[in-house]
């Protein structure tokens, strides 16, 4: 039974769900940002680079094989050192979010930090073609009230770092707000199989990502909400964790009538409907 939703919004067509695929394309510097040290791991970062020259173009033939548009969200660094990417991203219609510059996680380094890693991030983009981006998502998912802040007056549309809700809303610190659209552990491929030399990690069986992501699915048809499901070009990508992937997209396709969205779209939807009833 659905719960009882103040926040229900209307999709279009009268599509019963909403779905986003979002990609963080961390690459290198989803490693580079844990220590300097791995700029001598030639392995460490063949793996992140394995996400650019392997998992994107998986990724990109798959959407367009069905259509769909999704979002990627690139690091400053991965900007610069495949520049490539950006263009091939906003060639196929592709939403490009920011998603810090050395992917350093807010917590972890001064407000002065944070606000470097802010500008040179949106400075990297801008260099590769991207136009300003609408959406934000923190390195690891952890916001400051110093990068929350960052995030409104750089004018970011919506924040996708919290989890205060599995539907659009709201995320309010400090008397201010803005748009989120939130994410969740378990709707995130790296708790399942990322995996590391130096603190391990997991080796889920491929299934459970498509089996965990489908009841996810279902009940957001259900509830007639809007989910959205993140993934790493560099897990994601790996031949047997995409046929999954590959099984989940097509079994949500069959259905017929899922609108399928980038969040810059999906903030578009949401948010005046969201302020009628706030």
Same mark, same amino acid.
């Given at each position: 039974?659905?719960?009882?939703?103040?926040?229900?919004?209307?999709?279009?067509?009268?599509?019963?769900?909403?779905?986003?695929?979002?990609?963080?394309?961390?690459?290198?510097?989803?490693?580079?940002?844990?220590?300097?040290?791995?700029?001598?791991?030639?392995?460490?970062?063949?793996?992140?680079?394995?996400?650019?020259?392997?998992?994107?173009?998986?990724?990109?033939?798959?959407?367009?094989?069905?259509?769909?548009?999704?979002?990627?969200?690139?690091?400053?660094?991965?900007?610069?050192?495949?520049?490539?990417?950006?263009?091939?991203?906003?060639?196929?219609?592709? &939403?490009?979010?920011?998603?810090?510059?050395?992917?350093?996680?807010?917590?972890?380094?001064?407000?002065?930090?944070?606000?470097?890693?802010?500008?040179?991030?949106?400075?990297?983009? #801008?260099?590769?073609? #991207?136009?300003?981006? #609408?959406?934000?998502?923190?390195?690891?998912?952890?916001?400051?009230?110093?990068?929350?802040?960052?995030?409104?007056?750089?004018?970011?549309?919506?924040?996708?770092?919290?989890?205060?809700?599995?539907?659009?809303?709201?995320?309010?610190?400090?008397?201010?707000?803005?748009?989120?659209?939130?994410?969740?552990?378990?709707?995130?491929?790296?708790?399942?199989?990322?995996?590391?030399?130096?603190?391990?990690?997991?080796?889920?069986?491929?299934?459970?990502?498509?089996?965990?992501?489908?009841?996810?699915?279902?009940? #957001?048809?259900?509830?007639?909400?809007?989910?959205?499901?993140?993934?790493?070009?560099?897990?994601?990508?790996?031949?047997?964790?995409?046929?999954?992937?590959?099984?989940?997209?097509?079994?949500?396709?069959?259905?017929?009538?899922?609108?399928?969205?980038?969040?810059? &779209?999906?903030?578009?939807?949401?948010?005046?409907?969201?302020?009628?009833?706030?």
């Amino acid at each position: 039974m659905s719960i009882d939703n103040k926040a229900h919004v209307q999709w279009p067509n009268k599509c019963p769900v909403a779905v986003s695929l979002t990609f963080d394309v961390d690459a290198e510097a989803g490693l580079l940002g844990e220590g300097p040290s791995f700029a001598r791991r030639l392995t460490s970062l063949s793996e992140g680079r394995f996400g650019v020259t392997r998992g994107v173009p998986r990724i990109l033939e798959l959407l367009r094989r069905h259509r769909i548009r999704a979002t990627f969200f690139v690091p400053g660094h991965t900007a610069d050192l495949h520049p490539q990417l950006v263009e091939q991203l906003l060639a196929d219609g592709h &939403e490009v979010g920011h998603h810090g510059h050395m992917h350093l996680r807010s917590d972890r380094i001064s407000a002065e930090q944070q606000l470097e890693e802010m500008e040179r991030g949106l400075d990297a983009l #801008a260099r590769a073609g #991207a136009p300003k981006p #609408a959406g934000y998502r923190s390195s690891s998912w952890e916001l400051t009230p110093e990068t929350f802040e960052l995030v409104l007056a750089k004018g970011f549309v919506y924040d996708s770092s919290c989890m205060g809700d599995d539907r659009p809303y709201f995320e309010t610190w400090n008397g201010q707000s803005i748009l989120e659209l939130p994410v969740h552990w378990s709707l995130d491929d790296w708790p399942m199989f990322g995996w590391g030399i130096d603190n391990g990690g997991n080796f889920t069986h491929p299934r459970t990502l498509a089996d965990t992501w489908l009841a996810e699915y279902e009940s #957001a048809r259900r509830d007639g909400r809007h989910t959205s499901f993140t993934m790493h070009p560099e897990v994601i990508g790996r031949a047997a964790r995409f046929e999954q992937l590959e099984r989940l997209v097509e079994r949500m396709v069959s259905d017929g009538d899922v609108w399928f969205a980038r969040l810059d &779209e999906v903030a578009r939807q949401v948010e005046p409907q969201l302020k009628k009833v706030a």
